[in-house]
């Protein structure tokens, strides 16, 4: 994903669309690959991918249904909606520079959307550009009003900001516009742009107005390009009247006002550029004036009836709303150049040649996950094919194409089991009975396995379990993975791994990593599940094999050997064992950012790193989290699980030839869907390897 900005209303009416529209001109400007996604559709008519399209080359993906939205919201599942939300983004961002994400804005029946937007911003991981308009604030109110928001989601980041759009500011003196900005940044936020508010900005096409109020049109003129800046209502006598016609006003008078409309007929043959006349009432004007004001018509002036009265059109015509049309492109160009003009040219310079450290978010992380499954396409064996929950994880893989399964166990049951839970078999799903293809691996596992004494009869035995039937067609290229661990222990699930797989060549270790979906990143933990005190030079070995699997599942390694002391802050054997295995590390893999002893607070909080390890590469922005022993690794992963309410994916076992993969007997069915894509990814970049 590219440098994203998630554009946010601060308040109502903040001209949303109009901020996200100057963005998108002013990066275009600067020759920036700039993309751009509405992710969530409004209530009402969505217009800003309309416009968006009206006023660039930009071709948006659809955004989510509403209805689906508030579905997701209400079931309390903010982890798919965010998935769906990283997708469309995703979709929208391909070959982009910057992308810029218009966030909700709150309607009645949505008032929901700041929450959201939040959500959102930590799942793109994105920059916040807040939006505002004064409406009767002053500067101060605004900012303080902007400062509440902004807290709402959260601190920044370290090294990021929240920026402001102010949005028609009621000045046009510089000094004036620099005091509002000034404001802001008393807040400790910073100022991309204020905008001052121009009357051309909110001057609606006298044909917007004629569809807004249901006019019938008596003559059409020029009413698709002329616009009107205010309004007035003309029903004093002649003299009174004229006062108030100008140019670029919209005019009502009652239709049977013969003297009003030859006043305005005259006033536009003398050269006044009246942008419209409405006539109410619902009476026909005199036909015999309306000759008489055809050449005045025939100007281009519009002429619009209506069946109600004057005071009730002008209230209507008052109330109208403002937004631009979606088929104004000469509005929607007004609107991006006046915004993008006031955009902070050093900010947007800035932007791109920044490198700030990339975060990726839970969503983003599964989005990617299950779309590299997909397009790995791997065969994936399941020898707990009786257990509900993996029949139902089997089912929405399959329907998803997140890999092709291979469901163990005898079909009567496992189809009964999906009766019973509602689960819809597809009928691609692969389903095989063990018993009746344990015979076809007997000779097989006797060859592996003869230097450690196997025998038929000990062959046959053995391939009564499930788990060595889908090793088995793993080992020899069959199946491309294996899952299992949901009714198993890991030692049944990964004893037949280590025994007919083996290990990568040159690697004689076999660990394990959990990927830690916490609310705002994905950390790696290894090793929490297989190797019980390692030593310090598989310790090392860990730690490489941690942040192999990282880069491996698009996250930039920065590892953290963790102890009980950061740095030499302390002693002992247990300290000494890492400074060595951070020691071995280094020297293998010295392009590899590493960094130990650390403690967990040093390893992950910068405002502690800057005071435990201010020298480090690594404090404070650790990803990849090497535990000293099992017994560590295996107490933590589940304190932050079960405490925090964060996703654990795996183990993911590392190190062997071929994917096999544990399942923690608690485990969801989402869990086990995730865990089959990730060992699908695995397959494709065992593969690759070989």
């Known amino acids: 994903m590219p440098r994203t900005l998630l554009v ?261 043959l003398g050269g006044m550029r009246i942008a419209g006349l409405v006539l109410t009432g619902g009476v026909e004007p005199n036909e015999r004036v309306m000759q008489l004001c055809a050449p005045a018509f025939a100007t281009g002036l519009p002429v619009l009836e209506v069946d109600d009265g004057s005071f009730q059109t002008a209230t209507r015509v008052a109330n109208v709303d403002r937004q631009i049309p979606i088929d104004d492109k000469d509005r929607v160009e007004l609107a991006m150049n006046v915004v993008a003009d006031r955009i902070d040219p050093a900010w947007l310079r800035a932007l791109t040649s920044s490198r700030r450290t990339q975060r990726l978010s839970p969503p983003a992380f599964r989005h990617r996950l299950v779309e590299e499954a997909r397009a790995a396409n791997r065969r994936i064996v399941l020898p707990e094919g009786t257990e509900p929950r993996t029949i139902a994880a089997a089912a929405i893989v399959q329907a998803r194409g997140i890999a092709r399964c291979v469901l163990l166990g005898p079909p009567d049951e496992i189809h009964e089991q999906a009766r019973k839970q509602g689960v819809k078999l597809p009928g691609t799903i692969e389903i095989i009975d063990p018993a009746s293809v344990a015979p076809g691996y007997v000779e097989r596992l006797v060859e592996r396995r003869k230097a450690r004494g196997m025998t038929h009869e000990r062959a046959e035995i053995e391939l009564q379990d499930a788990i060595m039937v889908g090793t088995m067609m793993v080992a020899g290229g069959e199946a491309d993975g294996l899952v299992s661990g949901a009714v198993h222990t890991t030692a049944h699930t990964i004893r037949p791994a280590l025994q007919l797989i083996k290990t990568v060549p040159g690697c004689n270790l076999v660990s394990s ?121 295996n107490v933590t992963y589940k304190a932050v699980q079960r405490s925090a309410g964060v996703v654990a994916m795996g183990p993911l076992l590392q190190g062997l030839n071929r994917p096999v993969n544990d399942l923690s007997r608690g485990c969801l069915v989402e869990d086990i869907v995730f865990t089959i894509a990730l060992t699908a990814v695995q397959a494709q970049q065992a593969t690759a390897r070989r």
């Not at 002693?571 to 400074?579: L, W």
């Not at 293998?588 to 790193?609: N, W």
Request: charged residues 20%; aromatic residues 4%.
């Open 513 to 633: 990593v959990f990927f830690m979906c916490l609310p705002e990143q994905v950390l790696v933990f290894g090793d929490c599940a297989v190797v019980p005190n390692p030593t310090a030079a598989e310790l090392a070995d860990i730690a490489i094999q941690s942040a192999d699997t990282a880069a491996a599942f698009g996250i930039a390694p920065r590892v953290a050997m963790l102890s009980y002391s950061t740095g030499a802050s302390g002693g002992g054997e247990d300290v000494e064992k890492v400074v060595a295995a951070t020691a071995l590390a280094k020297q293998q893999r010295p392009e590899l950012l590493i960094d130990g002893p650390l403690q967990y607070d040093a390893a992950v909080m910068p405002d502690v790193a800057r005071a435990k390890a201010p020298g480090s590469p690594v404090a404070g922005r650790a990803n990849v989290i090497v535990f000293p022993d099992l017994n560590t690794g």
């Open 8 to 268: 946010a209303p601060a308040g109502r009416a903040a001209g949303l669309t109009t901020a996200t529209l100057g963005l998108v001109r002013a990066l275009d400007r600067q020759g920036v690959r700039v993309a751009f996604a509405k992710p969530i559709a409004t209530r009402a008519e969505d217009r800003s991918l309309a416009l968006v399209k009206l006023g660039s080359s930009l071709l948006p993906p659809d955004p989510l249904p509403h209805t689906l939205v508030e579905d997701l919201l209400s079931d309390g599942d903010d982890q798919t909606l965010m998935e769906k939300v990283v997708a469309i983004c995703a979709q929208a961002a391909e070959g982009a520079d910057v992308l810029i994400v218009e966030g909700m804005v709150s309607e009645g029946a949505a008032p929901y959307a700041q929450r959201v937007n939040g959500l959102m911003a930590k799942a793109l991981d994105a920059d916040l550009v807040l939006v505002a308009a004064p409406a009767d604030q002053t500067a101060a109110q605004l900012a303080g009003a902007l400062s509440i928001v902004s807290r709402g989601f959260g601190e920044p980041g370290e090294g990021r900001q929240v920026h402001c759009i102010l949005n028609r500011v009621p000045t046009d003196d510089e000094n004036q516009l620099d005091a509002w900005a000034a404001s802001v940044r008393a807040e400790k936020l910073v100022p991309l742009a204020v905008v001052p508010a121009r009357e051309d900005l909110s001057a609606l096409r006298v044909i917007d107005l004629a569809k807004a109020i249901g006019a019938k049109v008596r003559h059409a003129g020029d009413m698709h390009k002329r616009r009107f800046r205010d309004v007035r209502l003309c029903a004093a006598t002649v003299p009174n009247s004229v006062k108030v016609f100008a140019p670029d006003r919209l005019l009502i008078a009652p239709a049977d006002r013969d003297d009003i409309i030859l006043a305005v007929s005259l006033a536009v």
